[in-house]
């Protein structure tokens, strides 16, 4: 098994690593250096779960994958979904984030995912849940609320392998905010990690269960809900 299997599926359960066969692993016509991987897209924990769920079950949440990079520069990486013989090129944002997420369609039918990426790469595949209210300077508290709600009984819907790589959501991080208030209180600001900037506002449901308007001096980047860090 290549490394990236390996470390895309230790990285998302936080656990060992599971014996599992990519679909193909070739390296012909391939740049120095490089190597690759196709696997099927219904692989990737929780996605075919998610995308089934009913719209009703997910209207406040959404999810996406991010590929985070060690010991290699991420130049030369490539992701291209495979969907019945159409090459269907992916982005990768400067946060990992992959752009267009699959469709139900494409999940169900078997669509697979190539990725292309250097030969001493230490790569993780990391799963992340969003508001889906639109990004801006006003979000509505009890909205976000609901959103983490949805997605922690998607969770446990869901189960398995998702569970284990995403504990019970309780905060929203306004990732790319300077600052914010509810109800005219000020929001904490976050110390900062590798994942979310120090200084980034967030909301806790549980410390002003009643709170409802959220206003932030900038727009974020987007509106992640986490767990504790």
Do not use: C, W
Request: neutral net charge.
């Amino acid at each position: 098994m290549s490394s990236l299997s390996k470390t895309l599926l230790a990285a998302v359960l936080g656990a060992a690593v599971l014996s599992t066969v990519p679909i193909m692993a070739a390296a012909r016509d391939l740049p120095d250096g490089m190597t690759t991987d196709t696997r099927k897209v219904s692989e990737l924990p929780g996605l075919q779960g998610f995308l089934n769920l009913p719209a009703a079950d997910k209207s406040q949440f959404d999810i996406f994958y991010a590929v985070k990079i060690k010991h290699a520069s991420t130049d030369g990486i490539k992701l291209t979904l495979n969907d019945h013989g159409r090459e269907v090129p992916l982005r990768m944002g400067p946060d990992g984030r992959i752009s267009p997420m699959p469709t139900r369609e494409q999940v169900n039918g078997g669509a697979t995912l190539t990725v292309v990426y250097p030969k001493e790469a230490s790569e993780a595949l990391k799963l992340r849940v969003f508001s889906t209210q639109p990004a801006g300077h006003d979000y509505d508290a009890q909205g976000l609320n609901l959103g983490i709600s949805q997605a922690n009984r998607a969770m446990a819907k869901i189960g398995g392998i998702l569970v284990a790589a995403l504990p019970k959501l309780d905060r929203v991080y306004f990732v790319g905010a300077r600052s914010g208030t509810i109800d005219d209180q000020p929001l904490p600001l976050f110390r900062g990690d590798n994942e979310v900037p120090a200084g980034t506002p967030y909301y806790v449901p549980s410390d002003t269960p009643n709170g409802a308007k959220i206003h932030l001096s900038n727009a974020p980047s987007i509106a992640l809900f986490a767990n504790p860090k």
